[in-house]
């Protein structure tokens, strides 16, 4: 394949005019336009790259999530498209749009109006330390295993792992119960995720109505006040709905 060829690198689908434009995006140091390939009511907001795998480095992630949160500042209706999808041709997406069209349809009513929040809840290092050290049953093991050799004391180590992991547990469902039931009850569908990394007591999304974002971001607000002197927040969006749309880019005799 020839170095100056080109390819077509799609970001996401919308349901628009395809008459807007979106501006430009920095592909790897070269601006780009961004463009609507249309089929019916539906549209894949693309732009011409070189042809080639771009590699989901941390640049070319943000390089895809401005894109797609320049469409949605113009009140998309956006179904997200994974990262790194290249094309030969504006008529191969044409065919692939066509072929997902069927899945589109079915989504565009659901998610119109709609956006996706993330909540992040990080545990404060002291504050979990206090939880677990507090604890008696690891007070008396910590105290057996002091001045005893790591082979001897092996057993209660394992232990003390185990305790202490069966604390965070529970502190991970006293946050979901707190933080992340009345936040539920305001959004459309919401999700758990599993949490990344040791600290973390919640990993949340949630599909909430537009109109609602002010009173969402209120309630945020009231937890993070009851919380903050033991965790810290990490809230995100607006994104498209990527915690609730499933499409397949497979596309079997899309060719």
């Not at 105290?143 to 394992?158: N, T």
Request: proline share 4%.
């Amino acid at each position: 394949m020839s170095q100056g060829e080109a390819g077509i690198y799609i970001f996401c689908g919308i349901q628009a005019d395809t008459g807007e434009s979106f501006g430009q995006v920095e592909v790897e140091g070269e601006k780009v336009d961004l463009f609507v390939i249309p089929y019916k009511d539906a549209g894949m907001v693309a732009a011409e790259v070189p042809m080639k795998i771009y590699h989901p480095n941390k640049e070319n992630l943000m390089m895809h999530q401005g894109a797609v949160s320049q469409v949605m500042k113009q009140n998309q209706t956006v179904i997200p498209v994974s990262f790194g999808n290249v094309f030969k041709s504006r008529e191969d997406v044409a065919v692939l749009l066509e072929n997902l069209y069927p899945q589109f349809e079915k989504l565009f009513p659901a998610i119109k109006g709609k956006i996706e929040l993330g909540l992040k809840v990080i545990g404060k290092k002291e504050w979990l330390e206090s939880q677990v050290s507090g604890n008696e049953k690891i007070e008396n093991l910590t105290k057996s295993v002091q001045g005893k050799s790591e082979a001897a004391s092996y057993y209660e180590r394992i232990q003390l792992g185990g305790i202490a992991q069966k604390i965070v547990q529970s502190l991970q469902r006293e946050v979901e119960q707190d933080i992340f039931e009345p936040l539920k009850t305001l959004s459309e569908a919401s999700k758990v995720n599993d949490p990344i990394g040791e600290k973390m007591l919640l990993n949340a999304a949630f599909l909430i109505d537009r109109e609602k974002e002010a009173e969402f971001d209120q309630k945020v607000n009231e937890a993070y006040e009851k919380w903050k002197d033991k965790v810290d927040f990490n809230y995100s969006g607006p994104w498209p709905a990527y915690n609730f749309v499933n499409i397949r880019l497979t596309v079997e005799n899309a060719g």
